[in-house]
């Protein structure tokens, strides 16, 4: 007679989950507008008008992803009042960790003192954060992690091709973690995500790096290495006419309307298109609106949360308000969920 496998009882699954905790970094040199405009024969004012950024983060040689992310970490440790012993999976979204062995979550875990978690990597673009989030979510519902670290961080600085008109202005660096675990009450709604891989050239790398390093050995020193290039109104088009239906969709899923909103926070990605994305909404005057992208440029899969910390941080929206999160990018992959907002440390 086979076996049987025992499961945990259900008492240590727990029925709700939320935000206990966020925490950021961002990087220490702010660079302007003026700065990224040369190289590409722009302006200012053009920056801020086609993207609606005035500056943004570039990290320095010190402030590795790895620190970025461990420092976003113990900020949301400390808001969420957790000790990093309790955490039993570290999930780190990212597009720019460029050793694809070995992860770069389990060396967060090694910064703040944790050798038997588990951690790993997420890659899914801007779209990052939230997916990891519902991962976490999941997870904790489960039963097969108390508390989970879900990071996103990224140096695009390093991505960049600071030549290239359409996206040498756009991204930037930095990192927010949350701590997601069980709540008393519903503070994480139903994701609602999903990819169109049919527009995966819209943004993307402008080679492979087995590629990169096979021009080494045929071009040597003149061998162009790979950037982030986006076909920019490709993707704000698909935004546009797209995202309305995942954002209602999980305000659907949670039982939420647009006029129980107290903030929208969607991936700075253009301050164009969240603009767009709060009209078709029609958002009730007392809805605030994240736009982190002004002084933050768009961090990928870092953006959300930074975006989330800069609110709150403003007193803007307050821990325990209702958001839609949202976010869209490289895939085209796309992810929003309903969630009360965390306290800050």
Request: some cysteine.
């Amino acid at each position: 007679m086979p076996a049987t496998i025992s499961t945990r009882p259900p008492a240590q699954k727990p029925t709700q989950t939320a935000l206990l905790g966020l925490g950021v970094y961002r990087p220490s040199r702010v660079v302007m507008n003026d700065e990224v405009a040369g190289p590409i024969d722009s302006s200012d004012e053009w920056i801020q008008t086609r993207s609606g950024i005035r500056s943004r983060r570039y990290a320095t040689e010190d402030e590795t992803l790895v620190d970025m992310s461990a420092a976003a970490s113990r900020a949301a440790l400390n808001a969420a009042g957790i000790a990093a012993e309790q955490v039993d999976c570290i999930i780190l979204a990212t597009s720019t960790n460029f050793s694809l062995t070995p992860a770069a979550a389990p060396q967060i875990g090694a910064a703040l003192g944790l050798t038997d978690t588990a951690a790993f990597d997420l890659s899914s673009g801007c779209s990052g954060f939230c997916f990891g989030l519902s991962l976490a979510d999941d997870m904790v519902r489960a039963g097969s992690a108390r508390h989970v670290l879900v990071v996103g961080a990224e140096r695009l600085s390093d991505a960049v091709d600071f030549t290239d008109r359409s996206t040498a202005f756009i991204f930037a660096d930095g990192a927010g973690a949350v701590v997601v675990g069980a709540s008393e009450s519903a503070g994480i709604g139903p994701t609602s995500w999903g990819s169109d891989g049919t527009s995966a050239d819209a943004i993307r790398q402008t080679k492979d790096f087995l590629t990169y390093i096979n021009d080494v050995g045929t071009q040597g020193s003149d061998a162009v290495r790979p950037y982030v290039e986006m076909r920019g109104t490709s993707v704000f088009r698909w935004a546009a006419h797209s995202l309305e239906k995942v954002c209602r969709d999980a305000l659907d899923r949670a039982g939420v309307s647009p006029e129980d909103l107290d903030a929208l926070i969607p991936h700075q990605a253009n301050g164009r298109i969240t603009e767009v994305m709060a009209r078709t909404l029609k958002l009730p005057p007392t809805c605030a609106v994240a736009n982190d992208i002004v002084d933050a440029g768009n961090t990928s899969a870092a953006s959300v949360p930074l975006a989330m910390e800069a609110l709150l941080r403003a007193g803007e929206a307050n821990p325990g308000d209702i958001a839609l999160l949202i976010a869209f990018g490289a895939g085209l992959s796309y992810a929003a969920q309903v969630v009360a907002l965390p306290p800050i440390s």
